[in-house]
């Protein structure tokens, strides 16, 4: 496959440099330097999947949670609130036990 334009560049200079001693130590290092980009690349993917996959679920959590609230919420305001069996018995209405006057 071909070397992108920043590469080639950066080979250039070095091979200006003499760095390279010969062509099988740049076909060396040209094969490590494409290994190494493809291999950043995957990473950045995996990276990308895994903070998307977070992300996702931080969502369904938040959501669950959300449900949760209200739900208790709601039951709170049912006990809070009189039910209508208590309010429609009238306050003297339930039996008195007896005291003795002594």
């Known amino acids: 496959k071909k070397i992108d334009k920043h590469l080639y560049h950066e080979l250039y200079i070095k091979s200006k440099g003499n760095v390279f001693k010969n062509k099988r130590v740049l076909i060396e290092y040209i ?9 950043e690349k995957h990473l950045a993917e995996q990276a990308e999947a895994r903070r998307n996959r977070n ?3 931080r969502s369904r959590r938040a959501e669950r949670l959300e449900e949760r609230r209200a ?3 709601k039951e709170a305001q049912q006990l809070a609130t009189p039910s209508n069996e208590k ?7 339930g039996k008195k036990s007896k005291k003795s006057k002594q």
């Open 31 to 39: 094969h490590r330097a494409k290994n190494e980009k493809l291999r």
């Open 55 to 57: 992300k996702a679920a």
């Open 87 to 93: 309010a429609e018995k009238p306050e003297g209405s």
């Open 71 to 73: 739900q208790e919420f």
